[in-house]
């Protein structure tokens, strides 16, 4: 069988959301972070929405199971330039997502089989 490929978006947004959650749990400077996840986003605000979506969403739809601390993660994504209205969205998402019983998305990048949507 042959393995699906990671396209450049995935790889970013996985990078996105590791490097907001290692920034998180190392209570990193806020101003420090944010310029940190711009650089790394260069204007991707879509995939910074979609970075912060994934782990509202995890965190919403299994808060007894999560680290507290993981709402940090969301915050600054949003403040480094997620655009609001898509966080919503893939916050609803990966809630419903989660919800079904399936694996976080906030970690792996997405469903199983690169089943990602820009």
Not at 25 to 47: C, F, I, K, S, T
Not at 83 to 98: A, G, I, K, S
């Amino acid at each position: 069988m042959a393995r699906s490929r990671l396209t450049d978006d995935q790889h970013l947004e996985i990078r996105l959301s590791s490097t907001a959650r290692r920034l998180a749990r190392a209570y990193v400077d806020r101003a420090v972070a944010v310029a940190e996840l711009q650089e790394l986003a260069g204007g991707r605000g879509d995939l910074l929405a979609l970075a912060a979506g994934r782990a509202l969403g995890d965190f919403l739809a299994r808060p007894t199971a999560q680290f507290p601390g993981d709402l940090h993660v969301s915050a600054l994504l949003l403040e480094a330039g997620a655009d609001p209205r898509l966080v919503v969205v893939h916050t609803d998402e990966t809630r419903e997502y989660v919800g079904r019983g399936h694996h976080s998305t906030a970690t792996t990048g997405g469903p199983p089989n690169g089943g990602y949507q820009p």
